[in-house]
């Protein structure tokens, strides 16, 4: 059972299959999923699909409001095969997109620092990856308000649900880096 993160504004959870509505109101938004390399959903029956076979994994949450409990955006720490950013055990990669709607918020590095701290305090990580496409500022931003530092670019990575290459950013923080920045 997936354990929730509660932040301020925020409430990190499981997916739920009745989740597939509000899912596909923001993944079908043309800005959404192209700049994180997947295409914009195109019904609700492909976005319960998604639900059952790709965001109701281990370790993959849905962002939602404290207030409505709708579902505005996906979190995950993606982790063995579901990452090529590290082969390490103890490693993970940090991915994450927003409805459009809730844009220049905040809530984003809100939902990625709770995250953050439970690779690092629950789940023993030693370091946490985050990657973004050449072009998509907005996460960039997001990666360098939370700290990450850069680690390489990469030319010509496959983008296979858009059929395309791609320039990728890569980014890591460490535990070491995590601890320094973190106020408790």
Known sequence: ??????????????????????????????????????????????????????????????????????????IALKMGDATDLTDRADECELGYWIGVDYWGRGLVPEACRELIRHAFEDLGMRAVWCAYYDGNHKSARVQDKLGFVFHHTSDNVPVPQLGEDRTGHVNLMTRDTWEAHTIR
């Open 1 to 74: 059972m997936i354990k929730d993160f509660t932040t301020e504004r925020l409430v990190l959870r499981a997916w739920r299959r009745e989740d597939a509505d509000s899912l596909f109101r923001y993944a079908s938004d043309p800005r959404i999923g192209p700049a994180a390399g997947w295409p914009p959903h195109q019904t609700v029956e492909e976005s319960a699909h998604i639900i059952d076979t790709v965001l109701f994994q281990p370790e993959s949450y849905a962002i939602t409001l404290r207030d409505t409990d709708e579902a505005i955006g996906a």
